[in-house]
């Protein structure tokens, strides 16, 4: 498994900005990566994918046009920008390193086999 480790949450007013990161360690970083989120009494989410090269992205409608899924191999870190978030953005943001280089199915948690401790975001109306 790939040790992961989420930062860059916090508190942010709406309309405001923050860049989530997941730092990489242990086995390859050789995999395509995700971002998934959790909001108070709801079940984890899909928020957006990227495979290995960086090739093919992924992003849950409710967010396409204002988060960004980037990654940088040498640093073996992915990131989350997000840009004009919304009070419903709150949540507490998983990133996940899948089984293989490729997903077939970016919203199955099943596969994933790495996941870290999360980062919580809250945006205030």
């Known amino acids: 498994q790939v040790h992961l480790v989420e930062s860059g949450g916090g508190l942010v007013q709406t309309g405001g900005s923050l860049r989530l990161s997941c730092a990489a360690s242990g086995r390859t970083f050789s995999r395509a990566m995700a971002w998934f989120r959790q909001a108070p009494g709801k079940e984890r989410d899909f928020v957006a994918g990227?495979?290995?090269?960086?090739?093919?992205?992924a992003y849950a409608d409710s967010v396409k046009g204002r988060f960004t899924i980037s990654r940088d191999n040498v640093k073996s870190t992915l990131y989350l920008q997000m840009n004009s978030l919304k009070p419903e953005d709150t949540a507490v943001y998983y990133c996940a390193a899948a089984n293989y280089i490729r997903v077939q199915n970016w919203k199955e948690e099943g596969e994933y086999n790495s996941w870290g401790q999360g980062t919580q975001v809250t945006v205030s109306s």
């Open positions: 990227i495979s290995y090269t960086a090739g093919s992205t």
